[in-house]
């Protein structure tokens, strides 16, 4: 019995820091470590973005594409030139991309934003095959 007031003194310590922390627990006190937290900011809705895609070269001249779509899905085509398509979508953000192969001896791709170009570019040769992507945010 001579140590038996030494248990008394770790469970009286231990119930008044589980006292104490049940306190802080239930306090008003903004702590995130407790399960406080602000409430998330509000998103409006993305605003919608038009994303076109152009290839130009000789009028009539085949050309043989590819291009992501609005889900990120590639479309593979074969058209004649001057090509050009338009997608509108509401993601927050989207990657773009077109590549271009012709038999002409010059191809250019051009992507716009919004009506703004993003990415220009131009291949002379021939079987000229060119390039463009954009990330969009």
Same mark, same amino acid.
């Given at each position: 019995?001579? +140590?038996?007031?030494?248990?008394?003194?770790?469970?009286?310590?231990?119930?008044?820091?589980?006292?104490?922390?049940?306190?802080?627990?239930?306090?008003?006190?903004?702590?995130?470590?407790?399960?406080?937290? &602000?409430?998330?900011?509000?998103?409006?809705?993305?605003?919608?973005?038009?994303?076109?895609?152009?290839?130009?070269?000789? =009028?009539?001249?085949?050309? $043989? %594409? =590819?291009?992501?779509?609005?889900?990120?899905?590639?479309?593979?085509?074969?058209?004649?030139?001057?090509? $050009?398509?338009?997608?509108?979508?509401? $993601? %927050?953000?989207?990657?773009?991309?077109?590549?271009?192969? &012709?038999?002409?001896?010059?191809? =250019?791709?051009?992507?716009?934003?919004?009506?703004?170009?993003?990415?220009?570019?131009?291949?002379?040769?021939?079987?000229?095959?060119?390039?463009? +992507?954009?990330?969009? +945010?």
């Amino acid at each position: 019995m001579k +140590s038996a007031w030494i248990y008394g003194v770790v469970f009286l310590v231990l119930g008044l820091t589980a006292i104490f922390i049940a306190r802080l627990r239930l306090s008003e006190i903004p702590d995130l470590a407790i399960g406080h937290s &602000s409430a998330p900011p509000v998103l409006g809705r993305p605003i919608e973005k038009v994303v076109d895609y152009e290839i130009d070269g000789p =009028s009539g001249t085949p050309v $043989r %594409l =590819s291009y992501l779509d609005e889900q990120g899905n590639v479309k593979d085509i074969s058209a004649d030139l001057p090509w $050009r398509t338009s997608l509108r979508t509401h $993601r %927050l953000t989207l990657s773009t991309g077109v590549v271009a192969q &012709s038999d002409a001896d010059q191809v =250019s791709c051009r992507i716009l934003i919004d009506g703004k170009p993003r990415d220009a570019q131009v291949a002379n040769g021939r079987f000229a095959a060119v390039n463009c +992507s954009v990330p969009v +945010s």
